[in-house]
Structure formats: C-alpha cells, structure tokens
C-alpha cells in the first residue's frame, strides 16, 4: 500500500509554544514566529507520523496493488473514516470493516481509495514535543531562510519526507527530543 497524498484543514494552532517567547528569543515579529512555529509543528508531525495540531477534517488516498489492508497515515488515529474506491471515474462508496486502534482499513482489493476522516483531536502535545517545535522555530528564525534544508522541501501535494527533514531537526536539537516520538 502506498499513501500518495493527505489532506487536512487545520484547528486551532497549539498554545506551546508561544509566539510572543519565539519571537523575542529570535528578534523578529509575532507574526513570523506564529508563522514558523506553524510550518514546525508540520515539520515536526511529517517527521514523527503523528499528529499533534488537531484537525477538523482530513483526506488521505491510499494505492493498493494487491488485496491488502490500508493504513491512515498519522496516529492518533480517526474513530471513523468514510471508504471510496475511484470506479469508472468517480469516487464510489464501499463497504469496508475498519479498526480505529491500528488505524487499518482490512482486506481491501487492489485499487486506489480515499480514506475521509472528520475531527480529529491529538489532545495537549507532550512538553518535549513542544519544545522541540520550539528548537525548530528558533532555529529556522535565527538562521537564513536560504539555508540548505529548505531546498529540499517541497509545496503542493508533496510531502516532507523524514529523510529530507534529517538534517535540520539533528542542527536544531529537535529530533533528539523527538526521538520517542517517531512512528517507523
């Protein structure tokens, strides 16, 4: 099975850290570090596979080439998910037994499927997943905007890939706080 793209519209930004501390540690505007402290707790979930800023709705398609299980992409995971399989066209609904635990859509055949959540709440992120947000923002903050790990990371319907993100989450700190953190 292959996750080829998830979407989500976002809730409420977590209140950790703060933007008024990221911004007077870094020298620059409340603004930019709401910015950044944003575009790091994105960092920091495509990084561990979870999900620590809550989202009020989300789409993943999934891609099975043989009879399988699909898997939702980022823990926690959703309590119910509406199946689709794209058929003649269009996306038509199927049938399928979930288990909201393991996150997996069981015994599916071959084919490309659009999994639909509603809200999901990851609660309050633990202290050294705030705190590693807040190493990645300060870092980004401090250092130029032009530096090399940026150039690895895309927009648009691509993802950030742990790989990718190595390099700044080991400069900032962040991924030793994380290192508990991450879903292989």
């Not at 930019?32 to 993943?60: C, K, N």
């Not at 699909?70 to 037994?97: C, F, I, K, N």
């Not at 090399?148 to 993802?159: H, K, N, P, Q, W």
């Amino acid at each position: 099975m292959t996750t080829t793209d998830i979407t989500m519209t976002r809730g409420s930004l977590p209140s950790t850290p703060t933007a008024v501390d990221v911004a007077l540690e870094a020298s620059t505007t409340n603004e930019r570090a709401t910015a950044m402290i944003a575009a790091s707790w994105r960092m920091v979930e495509s990084y561990t596979g979870r999900l620590y800023w809550p989202a009020t709705a989300a789409t993943a398609v999934a891609v099975l080439d043989a009879q399988g299980d699909a898997q939702w992409p980022r823990q926690p995971y959703p309590d119910s998910l509406t199946v689709e399989q794209w058929s003649g066209g269009a996306w038509a609904a199927v049938v399928a037994e979930y288990v909201p635990e393991f996150g997996a859509v069981l015994d599916l055949p071959a084919g490309r499927y659009r999994l639909t959540a509603g809200a999901v709440d990851p609660g309050t992120p633990a202290e050294n997943v705030s705190e590693a947000c807040r190493a990645l923002a300060l870092y980004q903050l401090i250092h130029s905007p032009a530096r090399r790990e940026f150039r690895s990371i895309t927009a648009g319907d691509s993802t950030m890939t742990r790989e990718a993100l190595a390099g700044l989450f080991k400069a900032s700190g962040a991924g030793l706080l994380l290192a508990g953190e991450v879903r292989w």
